[in-house]
């Protein structure tokens, strides 16, 4: 099976200076890629070019083989991605946010899938409360709630983790992993080492020089030991 992501020798960062080591990697459909480093190693800044929120300094990154085109509509029905920095519509509801994206995704049943969602992420009792209203927890279960929806061959998880209780990691972990085997392409960045090796198939570690790990050392290494 070809590649879905393919970045050679790709420099990320901002005005001019990069912020790590060049970036070269490859990942085909049904792999989960696990994107590990310590705190500003430039994760975040790797994912957000990989998924076309900023321009490289140098390098390629091929998506299907083409380039990247955020503003194309084609791009952005492969390329679902989940950041930090995710904004929402203020006046709209949980429920409205998701069936907007079910909507613009032309999916067959869209409020059978939106109240599926709603409640996977347990968000059902909270469906009609706008973002404003909702815990950050909440708010986090709403922007994965909108990448899981929608069909996707490559999929962009910034932290995924974070602000996620216990049993809603597990949850995301079997998201991850079920995604994956019907063939999406996962590119996670994470400080969760079980979220790690319960999910990816390979592991890069980002600092000055870029690093092909395994999975085990790839926790091991997010975990200090
Ligand atoms: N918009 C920006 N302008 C300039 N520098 C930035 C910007 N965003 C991040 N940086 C810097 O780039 C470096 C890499 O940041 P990045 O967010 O990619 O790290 P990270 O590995 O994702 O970190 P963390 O684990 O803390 O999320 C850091 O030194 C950070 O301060």
Redesign the pocket.
């Given at each position: 099976m070809g590649d879905v992501l393919e970045a050679e020798r790709l420099v990320v960062?901002?005005?001019g200076a990069p912020?790590?080591g060049e970036v070269s990697l490859r990942i085909a459909a049904g792999e989960v890629l696990a994107v590990v480093?310590?705190?500003?190693?430039?994760?975040?800044?790797?994912v957000?070019t990989l998924a076309g929120r900023q321009d490289p300094l140098s390098g390629d990154v091929r998506i299907h083989g083409l380039p990247v085109m955020p503003d194309a509509i084609g791009f952005r029905r492969e390329v679902a991605a989940v950041f930090?920095g995710d904004v929402f519509f203020p006046g709209l509801t949980a429920r409205e946010h998701l069936l907007l994206v079910a909507r613009g995704h032309a999916l067959d049943s869209p409020d059978v899938a939106v109240d599926a969602e709603l409640a996977f992420f347990g968000l059902t009792e909270r469906s009609h409360a706008i973002p404003e209203a909702l815990s950050s927890g909440q708010r986090r279960r709403l922007l994965l709630a909108a990448a899981f929806i929608r069909p996707a061959s490559l999929l962009i998880l910034?932290?995924p983790e974070q602000r996620l209780d216990p049993m809603m990691r597990d949850a995301l972990t079997d998201r991850i992993r079920q995604r994956a085997r019907a063939g999406t392409a996962v590119v996670l960045?994470t400080?969760d080492p079980r979220l790690l090796t319960k999910t990816a198939s390979t592991c890069v570690l980002?600092d000055e020089v870029l690093a092909h790990v395994d999975t085990e050392r790839g926790a091991r290494i997010i975990a200090g030991a």
């Open positions: 960062g901002y005005a912020v790590c480093g310590f705190n500003g190693a430039g994760k975040s800044t790797v957000r930090d910034d932290e960045v400080h980002i």
